[in-house]
């Protein structure tokens, strides 16, 4: 069957493709770590679970508004203008099956084949496999292990071109757990505003920080008006399987938005939103447990792998990944990722899975308990002395 061109530039997101190939080796009798998967290790919490039981009983079961439940969004305005200091409006917020439409349906409505979007790399994959699948030309961003993995304005500025038409930003990113300071999303709001580009803002890791508190490109004049908020319920409350996500976009894009859920998805389910709703207004307790449990696992983790020859790791600050530089074992990043699966039977993500800049790295997620995670750094460690030495 021949296949459409455009199929061809679509990429993947090989975290599930190497969570298979764990799995037929556990399949096999192998003990297998799985630290592969960016997904809590946490039940959703139970007054969560009982709304959307609640929701399923009161008959929430049919279609319901292509942006989302009136509820939701206005529950969701609220978050968004205490958490970000701006006045949102509920008539700007789009409820999705997950919160990667919001990068979908951002691209599809604003770039046209030729159009230049700068992106950080490495990277959350799906961000240069869109882009390259609508025609777009993807303009990686270099995260630098040397800048403790953000940038230079400088570096952001010289890729500015007049073809540019979109900057995606990350914060807390995924994989490197970086969080931008307040100071670089000031210099990025400049820029935008001063060549007329729009900012998609990818903040789905920012109740998931463990220093000082998150700052959003939002903050700052005239950034409403052209930044795109993608933020979503997977992360925050342990709920990766719900798919839900939302966005916040400028009016003018509201109903193209909406036309292309409706040409999509038609809504996203009514009970998991009333469940939302439950999640977004109810207490935090369980999200400030959870993260302080990644807060400790984070400082397990990063210092033991600074004990492990061939490796360093700088800390992360958000998120709950490890993003160790491995040039000292002499392999590159997918090599050395299928030697800790074959040999030492934890599975970990190749950086580059996340774009070229990857290379050298690999990605680690320490959403695993502190007894699998010390079992997983005590493999790594005797893999590593059988293969470089003790």
């Given at each position: ?25 556990e ?8 630290l592969?998967?960016g997904?809590p ?6 007054f ?9 009983e ?31 409006d509920?008539a700007?917020?789009i ?10 349906y951002?691209?599809?409505?604003l ?27 993807a ?6 292990e ?22 995606i ?7 490197t757990?970086r ?31 463990y ?13 409403v ?8 319920f ?23 938005i ?11 389910s ?30 397990l ?26 040039t ?5 990043s997918?090599r ?24 050298g ?6 959403a695993n ?22």
């Amino acid at each position: 069957m021949k296949l459409a061109e455009r199929m061809h530039r679509l990429g993947t997101e090989s975290a599930f493709d190497v969570a298979d190939r764990a799995r037929a080796l556990e399949a096999q009798g192998k003990p297998m770590i799985h630290l592969e998967i960016g997904e809590p290790d946490f039940d959703t919490p139970a007054f969560i679970r009982k709304a959307a039981c609640d929701a399923l009983e009161s008959g929430y079961t049919h279609y319901g508004p292509a942006a989302g439940l009136p509820d939701l969004r206005k529950a969701l305005a609220e978050h968004i203008s205490a958490t970000r200091g701006i006045a949102a409006d509920p008539a700007h917020i789009i409820v999705t099956p997950g919160a990667k439409p919001i990068m979908f349906y951002t691209i599809m409505a604003l770039v046209d084949p030729g159009d230049q979007v700068i992106y950080p790399n490495p990277g959350f994959p799906i961000y240069e496999s869109m882009i390259n699948f609508i025609g777009g030309e993807a303009v990686p961003l270099q995260l630098s292990e040397h800048r403790g993995f953000s940038f230079d304005l400088a570096d952001l500025e010289a890729l500015i071109s007049d073809r540019t038409r979109m900057i995606i930003l990350n914060s807390p990113g995924n994989p490197t757990g970086r969080a931008l300071s307040r100071e670089t999303l000031e210099g990025i709001a400049r820029l935008a505003v001063q060549h007329d580009l729009i900012v998609l803002a990818d903040e789905i890791y920012s109740d998931i920080i463990y220093e000082g508190e998150h700052h959003s490109v939002l903050e700052f004049p005239g950034m409403v008006e052209r930044t795109v908020l993608l933020d979503g319920f997977s992360k925050t409350f342990a709920m990766t399987g719900w798919r839900l996500g939302y966005g916040m976009f400028p009016a003018p894009l509201v109903p193209d938005i909406s036309r292309l859920v409706i040409n999509s998805v038609s809504c996203t389910s009514s009970f998991s939103q009333k469940a939302a709703v439950a999640a977004i207004t109810g207490p935090r307790d369980e999200v400030h447990a959870m993260v302080e449990e990644f807060h400790r696992r984070r400082g397990l983790v990063i210092p033991a792998l600074n004990e492990i020859r061939g490796l360093s790791c700088i800390m992360p600050q958000g998120a709950f990944y490890a993003f160790p530089n491995i040039t000292g074992t002499g392999l590159d990043s997918r090599r050395y990722a299928d030697y800790l699966m074959t040999e030492a039977n934890v599975a970990v993500l190749p950086g580059t899975a996340f774009g070229a800049f990857g290379e050298g790295y690999i990605r680690i997620s320490f959403a695993n308990s502190m007894e699998n995670l010390q079992k997983a750094l005590d493999r790594i460690t005797q893999a590593n002395k059988a293969l470089i030495g003790a």
